[in-house]
């Protein structure tokens, strides 16, 4: 399971590790694509094997439901790492997340979420911890 905050910065070449921690449970094969929030999120290639077909069945003849689908298949970039473990973060997906040089990963139980700094901070501050919880415990069963 991957859980946990760490902050850390990109490099002058744009390049990022993924934390140590998250790294294990991601595996070496995984996707960089536009996270439905304001972040790059980072899936394990089993991961997006699964989340690409449950949405195989959006029919060849609803062409702005194809639009979308076209729009989400284009926001996919491969996690090519360099022999040091480095991977650099596409131009795309850092203008899209506001990425700059500081960043905060977070592991999301089968994912992960890079956010800018600034991006991170906004989030925390627009609800207190006990608001987010509450609303954590509304919109479970």
Known sequence: MLFGEYDHQV??????R??????????????FMKGAAKCI???????????????????TFDAEAQKSFA???AS???????????VVIPE????????????VTIGMVNHVDIYSKEERERIKNEMSYQ???????????
């Open 11 to 16: 490099d002058a070449k744009n390049r990022i």
């Open 18 to 31: 993924i934390p140590v921690k998250l790294k294990s449970e991601l595996g070496s094969n995984y996707v």
């Open 41 to 59: 999120s980072v899936y394990p290639a089993s991961k997006v094997d699964e989340l690409v077909s449950s949405l195989s069945g959006i029919s």
């Open 71 to 73: 729009e989400f298949m």
């Open 76 to 86: 996919f970039y491969p996690g090519d790492e360099d022999g040091q473990g480095r």
């Open 92 to 103: 795309k997906l850092r203008e899209y997340a506001g990425i700059d040089k500081e960043v």
């Open 131 to 141: 608001d987010r919880i509450s609303l954590l415990k509304d919109r479970t069963k």
